[in-house]
């Protein structure tokens, strides 16, 4: 039973690029969420996608954006991308219909590093 | 993760000890709490939850402890393993579907 897996594992971009982060969920999740994590920090949420609509979002601005494709998978898109954009981004999934959050399964992450 | 903290940002613990980990959060609509580990290079991974209905929970050779009236969480791990070292981070549910982060415990684990 394959888990959350995540692309690309790392990459390096410069500032004002575009950059598209992929995820797939864990089998039989129909959720995903996105999280970025600041070197020494936690994570903090981006945004949720449930039934191909974005669900709710932190306090990320329009620069990050993201899409659910039909088979529940996930894109995360970050343009113009600037030197505080570093992070490593978590994909999470978990089920819709668990009501609030529910037991979140985490991927290993996408190191982005800008420069 | 404004709204979850973490008491001490490092643990460092003798093989074979107990350990507490602590955190403190500051929403008390909160429902749904979760310790979560982390190792280097990798993603967060579930260890215990436990709802605002519960004082307490136990898992494998884990515990989290849950008091309500001064917005405390704890997570004890039994006989600390080498493997057991790693951040530990409690995160909230304080919103529909976003959990708030505090930002970790690093816990070294002593031979």
């Known amino acids: 039973d394959a888990g959350v897996t995540q692309s690309p594992t790392h990459l390096i971009k410069t500032r004002g690029q575009q950059v598209t982060l992929r995820c797939s969920p864990k089998?039989?999740?129909?959720?995903v969420s996105w999280y970025q994590q600041a070197l020494g920090q936690g994570p903090q949420f981006i945004f949720q996608y449930y039934e191909e609509e974005e669900r709710q979002r932190g306090n990320f601005p329009d620069r990050f954006s993201g899409h659910q494709f039909p088979n529940y998978s996930s894109e995360l898109n970050v343009n113009a991308l600037l030197l505080g954009d570093s992070a490593l981004y978590l994909c999470a999934s978990s089920l819709g219909d668990r009501g609030r959050t529910g037991e979140l399964f985490f991927g290993e992450g996408s190191r982005l590093t800008v420069l | 993760g404004e709204n979850v903290g973490l008491h001490l940002p490092t643990l460092s613990v003798q093989e074979g000890d107990n350990s507490i980990i602590n955190c403190a959060y500051s929403n008390s609509a909160s429902d749904y709490f979760i310790w979560y580990k982390q190792e280097s290079g990798k993603g967060p991974q579930f260890i215990i939850d436990?709802?605002?209905?519960?004082d307490k929970r136990q898992g494998q050779r884990v515990t989290v402890l849950l008091n309500k009236t001064v917005k405390h969480l704890s997570l004890q791990i039994a006989a600390t393993q080498p493997g057991d070292s790693a951040v530990y981070f409690c995160?909230?549910?304080?919103?529909?579907?976003?959990?708030?982060f505090g930002a970790g415990t690093t816990v070294t684990v002593r031979a």
């Open positions: 089998s039989g999740h129909d959720t």
């Open positions: 436990i709802r605002s209905n519960m």
């Open positions: 995160a909230e549910n304080e919103d529909d579907y976003k959990l708030s």
